[in-house]
């Protein structure tokens, strides 16, 4: 018989649900490859003209790179611009531009588009929705992919074919003022540069005054050929208060007023200019209701894009278009404007308004045929047998019908319609890229298959053996058995032993196996020739092994059927648990069900405590047990109504008004006011109910006046009279943080103390970790307990109400509340097992991370949190804070159990806290399971980047926040030992 502690099972347990789930992510987020190298004059056909007489069509099919290059190298068509100026706002969404709630606010450029002196269009830009990734599709003309998001904070330079680059190359003097991240994705391609950190979301003026006083100076520098401008205050407005916000329509105006004075300068200039200048105004992404962005809501992909210059004066413009555009259509347009090769790798479409407003037929006709070939290339390189696909015999058509317009032109003896022969092959040319455009993007999602699968085996692996393992901590025993029937057993541990090196060799033969076949070579993570790849290879092999020999072992021993006994002693309230769990995870099969998930939780919870008060009804308790109950639950009902009024989210419903797009109206700042100051006062109230030290109550007391205080220099919330107050309260934010290390600092200060002294005592008697009659009593234990768990459920509280929005004041005042009702009142009746109540703790805890207003969407991610008390960016805090105040609803809940735990099941301290981790590793482990089959599936299914790509990001985010806060937990499991716990670490 081979015994395992359980200590070393659960560490093995989740060290594999770590790698598992890293191998699947790697596996599924691949970054993907590119065409090499820029593209020249040199490959590209010549026009499909008749030489030496013959009517010979050149094959429109391109030519690899073998074969000599088909073009003479020379600009096949001539620039129609000579200078380019691209004002790109970031975060502006498209009504800002083209809707009529914000017309009055833009009047110059309203009035431009009014009297058709622009060509104006809807530009849809692809998910995710964010900076870096957007900045790559308006230069190269691609659709990033998704794990651009995470990249997005660590942009590094881009060696794809982009416009900036092509620029470059052919001698374009490039100036650029905005937004850093261009300077690290085109480091060396501009001639001047001063850059402004995108991070800095409080920051809302001088990151645009920094790009506004280099315009005069730029505009009067006749030595430059392109202007970059990237504004970033009304993106950094939006985070703070939403496109509501009052400091919108006067950020709008002050938008309007520099097009204006750029505008006007052009129209000077270009009078001594041989070829106008093109001024495009465009936006990089939208923004949601609530001012975030990353999603794929209408009002975070559609944005304005907007053609300005001299040359619109003697050639009128157009209304706005109907039909909207892509925003990587911006990269072939620009390119042949300005008679640039088109970057190699876009799968952008020349737009054909501009395009016929700029060029001449023949050259509009030319400018098309060069577009195809430009995506016949991609086609490809990307996609087998590309003779076969649809939209390449469009192209070789549209090929020949250019042919014969080109011939018949000019021909007064030719009886053909020259004018139907030229609109139909333009025509075929659009309905050629449109084919090719979308094969393309089918097929450049490459997955890492073999990766993935290996992640799912060793996911579900994982989850079985936290199934099998089960039943031992329902019986509260201590160690995990495996065993082989006895004819089998060599010795002792020789049996498993060999067990685990056989599997191990079996995985490695097939894992050589895949990796040698085609289909293998492709995984770079697991197959590749490279170090990294043979660690992670046989890490995979070690783990796969191990734990096929434990499953094995233990299904020879029929330790599975144990797994079904432990339902024996269940109640109902016990099994309501575990269907609801299970339910839960069900419903994330259908997209539906992904997008609103918090209606599940709703449901989930709200039944449950209807169950509370059936169960109240049809006890023997007293009348006045029964009635308190009731009202407990009554109270619990209502405040769970409050929470999810609070803020809508999810995706069908999160643009309706709630009661937080109420208070943050600038009108209503007297309710917000009242609201934050009452909240704060509940917090505080029932912080006293709890058992805590004066230090912990004066220091709370001062946290929350400090951070109406700092909200009060923000502008956020009003005072009947004036305090004094820092900028943008910079100061008042450093001295809460300042309060709350002081607190952290004192908890830990008082917890070395103990262990110091316990040291001592055990040094003095018969040796270190020796249990003797100086150890702490169980009284003193229990106090040092309650005290360290309260210590850090209080600096939850203080974290939460700093970091929440101010309007979420009244949520953190909910929250605090409903914890009060429910562990301080109706889990002491029920009398809920350990992993009972840890699970009651994880679906409020996904209620408190919904009702904040987060969804599977990134756009609902508070990224201002991030920014409280900081001058300058800085990745690890910004980072760190933002993340902390996502998950704050979610982390209160777990420090909340903690406190429960140590105030109920002080007898058997150490085996609940076991419990309550086993429960937690294995709540997370069975959804990721799940969803990790779903979104292999489904991979591709039309909303796989829209709906299941960011849920899997955020169910990885959850997990790996589950392996910490274990990890975290099983470290407070060692200090306990050291403070003389009867329970030591042998039991475990």
Not at 402 to 431: C, E, M, R
Not at 435 to 453: F, N, Q
Not at 598 to 613: D, E, S
Not at 659 to 687: A, H, Q, T
């Amino acid at each position: 018989m081979v015994e395992i502690p359980r200590l070393l099972f659960l560490l093995i347990c989740i060290g594999g649900q770590f790698f598992g789930l890293f191998l699947f992510l790697k596996g599924f987020f691949p970054i993907k490859s590119a065409i090499p190298g820029r593209a020249t004059f040199y490959n590209i056909p010549p026009e499909p003209l008749y030489e030496n007489g013959t009517a010979e069509i050149l094959q429109p099919i391109p030519q690899s790179a073998d074969k000599p290059p088909m073009g003479s190298g020379k600009m096949p068509i001539k620039p129609v611009y000579g200078r380019l100026v691209i004002m790109l706002i970031d975060a502006l969404r498209a009504d800002f531009v083209l809707g009529d709630a914000y017309r009055k606010d833009m009047p110059y450029l309203r009035n431009l588009i009014a009297n058709k002196e622009t060509l104006s269009f809807m530009a849809k830009a692809h998910p995710p929705t964010v900076t870096m990734p957007r900045i790559k599709g308006l230069t190269t003309g691609t659709i990033p992919g998704f794990i651009d998001v995470v990249l997005n904070l660590n942009s590094n330079e881009l060696l794809d074919d982009n416009l900036i680059s092509q620029m470059h190359m052919h001698g374009k003097t490039i100036l650029f003022y905005g937004d850093d991240t261009w300077m690290r994705l085109f480091p060396r391609q501009f001639a001047e540069a001063d850059g402004t950190t995108s991070f800095f979301v409080t920051d809302y003026t001088e990151v645009d005054n920094n790009v506004t006083r280099h315009i005069n100076v730029a505009l009067e520098n006749p030595k430059w050929d392109v202007l970059l401008l990237h504004y970033l205050g009304l993106d950094h407005i939006g985070h703070i208060g939403g496109p509501k916000s009052s400091l919108v329509p006067p950020k709008l105006r002050e938008m309007d007023t520099i097009i204006k004075r750029i505008h006007q300068r052009l129209l000077v200039k270009d009078q001594d200019r041989n070829q106008p200048t093109l001024f495009v105004l465009c936006g990089d992404h939208g923004m949601s209701e609530t001012g975030s962005h990353g999603g794929a809501s209408h009002q975070e992909i559609e944005t304005p894009l907007v053609f300005l210059s001299s040359a619109f004066k003697t050639k009128q413009g157009s209304e706005p278009q109907a039909e909207p555009i892509e925003q990587i259509d911006l990269v072939p347009t620009l390119s042949l404007l300005l008679g640039l090769p088109i970057p190699q790798n876009s799968l952008g479409r020349g737009i054909t308004s501009v395009l016929k407003h700029s060029f001449s037929l023949r050259e509009q006709m030319r400018a098309l045929q060069l577009n195809c070939h430009q995506l016949a290339m991609v086609l490809q390189e990307n996609v087998e047998a590309p003779g076969t696909e649809q939209g390449l015999h469009h192209y070789q058509h549209a090929v020949r019908l250019h042919h014969s317009w080109l011939h018949h032109t000019g021909d007064t003896t030719s009886t053909i319609n020259t004018d139907q022969v030229a609109g139909k092959a333009i025509d075929l040319y659009l309905k050629a890229m449109a084919g090719m455009k979308e094969r393309i993007a089918s097929s450049l999602t490459r997955y890492d298959v073999h990766a993935m699968g290996c992640g799912i085996i060793i996911i579900w692996q994982v989850l079985l053996m936290l199934l099998i393992g089960t039943p031992t901590w329902a019986s509260h025993t201590h160690t995990i058995r495996g065993s082989l029937p006895s004819s089998l057993l060599i010795g002792p541990d020789c049996h498993l032993m060999s067990l685990v090196v056989g599997c191990c060799v079996v995985t490695m033969v097939i894992q050589v196996m895949v990796c040698t076949t085609a289909y293998g070579e492709s995984s770079e993570l697991l197959c590749i020739g490279s170090w990294r790849a043979m660690v992670i290879s046989q890490v995979f092999v070690f783990l796969c092994g191990s734990f096929c020999a434990l499953l094995s072992s233990c299904i020879l021993d029929s330790r599975l059927k144990n797994v079904l006994f432990v339902m024996e002693g269940w109640t109902n309230l016990d099994k309501l648990l575990v269907l609801g769990t299970i339910i839960h995870t069900l419903s994330l099969l259908a997209s539906s069900f992904v997008e609103e998930e918090h209606q599940t939780w709703y449901f989930l919870t709200l039944t449950l405590f209807m169950t509370f008060a059936l169960m109240a009804v049809v006890s023997v308790e007293p009348i006045n047990r029964k009635v308190k109950v009731i009202v407990t639950v009554v109270a619990v009902c209502s405040l769970c109504r409050g929470l999810r009024a609070w803020n809508q989210t999810g995706i069908k419903w999160v643009n309706e008004p709630d009661i937080g797009d109420w208070l943050v109206r600038p009108e209503n700042k007297f309710y917000l006011s009242l609201i934050m100051l009452s909240s704060f006062c509940v917090i505080y109230s029932i912080s006293l109910l709890h058992k805590q030290s004066l230090f912990m109550r004066i220091a709370l007391l001062l946290h929350l006046g400090g951070v109406y205080w700092y909200r009060y220099s923000t502008g956020a919330v009003s005072l009947p009279f004036s305090l004094p107050s820092s900028q943008k309260g910079i100061y008042e934010a450093r001295l809460i943080y300042l309060l709350i290390l002081i607190v952290m600092g004192r908890t830990i200060y008082n917890h070395v103390t103990i262990l110091y002294r316990k040291y001592q005592k055990t040094m003095s008697a018969k040796g270190p970790f020796h249990h003797s009659e100086h150890d702490f009593t169980k009284a003193e234990r229990t106090a040092l307990l309650q005290d360290h768990t309260m210590d850090q459920y209080i600096l939850g509280i203080m974290l939460m109400t700093l970091l929440f929005r101010p309007h979420n004041s009244a949520l953190a005042a909910m929250l605090v509340l409903l914890q009060y009702c429910i562990v301080g009142i109706l889990l002491p009746w029920l009398q809920l097992k350990v992993w009972a109540v840890t699970l009651l703790h994880i679906w409020m805890a996904e209620v408190a991370f919904s009702s904040q207003g987060n969804s599977i969407s990134l756009a609902t991610i508070d990224i201002s949190a991030g920014y409280i008390g900081l001058e300058s960016y800085n990745a690890i805090i910004a980072g760190g804070l933002t993340f902390l105040a996502t998950y704050s609803g979610y982390l209160l809940w777990i420090l909340r159990l903690m406190v429960y735990i140590t105030q109920h099941y002080s007898d058997r301290y150490i085996s609940a806290i076991w419990e309550s981790c086993y429960t937690l590793a294995l709540s997370r482990a069975l959804p990721i399971a799940v969803y990790t089959i779903l979104v292999t599936i489904e991979r591709y299914h039309l909303f796989v980047w829209s709906v299941f790509s960011p849920k899997l990001l955020y169910e990885a985010s959850d997990t790996y926040l589950s392996i910490i806060l274990t990890l975290g937990i099983l470290c407070h499991l060692f200090m306990l030992h050291i403070c003389g716990y009867k329970e030591t670490l042998k039991t475990l």
